[in-house]
């Protein structure tokens, strides 16, 4: 589809047609806004798709983002969309090898089941008391800081007179995580399973004096007022189709094939040319919304671009002929499986993978979280893979940063691959290659990203795939009243290095939009 050359009005432009940009549109479009929204690529998803990634293979998979927590409910019944989420009855396993025995620890299926596992793994109550006197206060703090999300940005001492415990303040927002981390818990690997909310896709030690691993921590606590990460019936690609279908329900306009290489814009309006397979138009809006990269908004107005960002994560899709046996006699891998399952997370391994990469040099143990999306929900399977037991396998990579990559993607991502397949070798009963399925030309299935494969393929800055380092969720200068303003004033940032951005949220989307009406009716 394509919209006609020359140039055309309309009340908002949206570039980028990835989860935030579809949101802004389906909001702009039910408030009677004339709304075009232009994608350069052939589909619209962003890094928020479910595709078939092995040739002649019925497994549609959600490709690059996976899970889902910070989505307010709210943006899902104001747009009335056909999405639905699922829960995972176990949050994590990690195994471990413990007096030369393979044991694990196994979160969730219940309070009575995992106090035991704790009990089972540190022998004895400590440390299954504090893990719930931890969460209960990131549980206290989600209850009042997730509602401010889709809101008006609030200060700093607003925000911290909400959350109303100083105790949980100076831990979260004023000193490094790691110290709260190594006062609640003694035992390595509890530690670790904690530390690794703090670093998804972020290149930070435990202790780092920035509180980068803080701001990515509080993230990872706060979804839905819970913290909990919920599955996506039909893969994350159900909610951008969604999303999409809401937004042309409403009368949006959205075109694919469609990419933005330009914004003059004044106090008045804006002017986007954009390039298609047939030449250059342009469209005019009052407000021009940019679902993309702070990069690539600088890029496109001609401003300074800000520093570079960096991703540091490696992101791995599988499809397996069966779930491999683990070497734990104690663990069932269709629970170990269904929650998130971490490999060579403990607090010391993350610290010296973090060392060693900020050395220059790929850890030697990488550290990674495992899941199975089709475990709890096997919709994304054809019915005949589903009959014989099949089941996917999703594995995010830490502490991997772009520029280990530099020299020779392929081959590092090769080496990076093998290694840390060899980590969760370690804990099976067999090897995980005699589970690989194959895929039409007798390959096996699994493709593996690294941070500058996600460059390439989505635009995303370094492979950072929250655009830049996450904001905390206040206002700081600069920051406008939403945090989606821009220096021009009929232009605003609804991408993931908006304030309050990073992860599949809608929120920076549903701010740009509720920007744009506000400035309408003032």
Not at 438 to 447: F, K, L, N, Q
Not at 494 to 507: P, Q
Request: hydrophobic share 40%; aromatic share 6%; net charge negative.
């Amino acid at each position: 589809m394509s919209v006609n050359q020359g140039t055309r009005a309309y009340d908002a432009v949206i570039v980028g047609a990835g989860h935030n940009g579809l949101v802004a549109a389906a909001y702009l479009a039910r408030a009677g806004r004339s709304v075009l929204v232009l994608e350069r690529l052939g589909h619209t998803g962003g890094a928020a798709v479910s595709s078939r990634p092995f040739a002649g293979v019925a497994a549609r998979l959600s490709r690059y983002s996976y899970l889902v927590s910070l989505l307010p409910r709210k943006i899902v019944a104001d747009l009335g969309l056909d999405f639905r989420l699922r829960s995972r009855t176990i949050s994590s396993y990690t195994p471990v090898e413990r007096a030369g025995r393979p044991t694990g620890l196994l979160v969730g299926g219940g309070e009575a089941r995992t106090r035991d596992a704790f009990a089972r793994l540190t022998g004895g109550e400590r440390e299954y008391a504090a893990w719930r006197r931890f969460y209960g206060m990131t549980g206290r703090v989600a209850e009042r800081v997730f509602p401010t999300l889709t809101e008006p940005l609030p200060g700093r001492d607003e925000l911290r007179r909400r959350i109303d415990d100083e105790s949980a303040w100076r831990a979260l927002f004023e000193e490094p995580i790691g110290a709260a981390v190594e006062a609640h818990f003694e035992d390595d690997l509890v530690r670790g399973v904690v530390l690794t909310d703090a670093l998804i896709g972020t290149f930070a030690d435990a202790h780092d004096p920035t509180l980068a691993q803080n701001r990515c921590f509080l993230y990872h606590v706060i979804g839905g007022g819970t913290g909990a990460w919920d599955v996506p019936v039909g893969g994350m690609g159900a909610l951008t189709d969604a999303l999409a279908a809401a937004a042309r329900t409403a009368g949006a306009e959205i075109v694919t094939g469609h990419e933005a290489v330009r914004i003059a814009a004044d106090e008045d309006g804006a002017e986007v040319t954009y390039r298609t397979a047939d030449g250059e138009g342009v469209a005019a809006a009052r407000h021009v919304l940019v679902n993309a990269s702070p990069q690539e908004l600088a890029a496109l107005t001609g401003d300074t671009p800000p520093e570079p960002a960096e991703g540091a994560q490696l992101k791995v899709n599988m499809l397996l002929t069966r779930l491999p046996k683990l070497r734990d006699p104690d663990a069932d891998p269709r629970e170990a499986f269904a929650g998130t399952f971490h490999t060579a997370e403990g607090y010391g391994q993350l610290a010296t993978a973090h060392a060693e990469a900020a050395a220059g040099r790929l850890p030697t143990a990488p550290p990674s979280e495992i899941y199975c999306h089709s475990l709890t929900d096997p919709t994304i399977l054809g019915p005949e893979l589903a009959a014989r037991g099949y089941q996917t396998l999703t594995l995010f990579g830490l502490h991997t940063p772009a520029r280990l990559f530099d020299r020779d993607n392929d081959a590092t991502r090769a080496h990076l691959l093998a290694a840390t397949l060899a980590q969760l070798d370690a804990h099976l009963a067999e090897p995980l290659a005699d589970c690989l399925a194959t895929d039409a030309d007798g390959r096996p299935c699994i493709e593996a990203k690294t941070p500058l494969d996600l460059e390439r393929d989505l635009r995303l800055p370094g492979g950072n795939i929250f655009h830049r380092a996450l904001s905390w969720p206040y206002s700081q200068q600069d920051t406008g009243r939403w945090g989606v303003e821009t220096r021009h004033p009929r232009v605003l940032l609804c991408g993931a290095g908006a304030v309050r951005g990073g992860g599949v949220s809608g929120v920076p989307g549903h701010n740009a939009a509720m920007a744009v009406l506000e400035s309408a009716a003032s």
